[in-house]
């Protein structure tokens, strides 16, 4: 199982998703990555940003986007309760 948060450096809705994960992840003792599409854009990997760049933050689970511009917390604890090795 595999979270991610989509930011970029500036945007005041990610500082606010990075918060709300990082409690929501507390709670249930999960990990997240947060990865700036820009800061990889420049190391040469654009595609993140190209993809979602225009609906910051995004939330990845597994891969998949889960959701944009806020953090829908009673789908994502849904969400991280129904995977294999989730902590809730």
Known sequence: MSLTLLTRAGCSLCRVAHTELTRICADLGVDFDEVDV???AAHGDPA???EFGDRLPVVLLD???HSYWEVDEPRLRADLAARP???G
Request: aromatic share 0%.
């Open 48 to 50: 993140l940003r190209a």
């Open 85 to 87: 090795g989730a902590g």
């Open 38 to 40: 820009d800061r990889k």
């Open 63 to 65: 891969g998949e986007e």
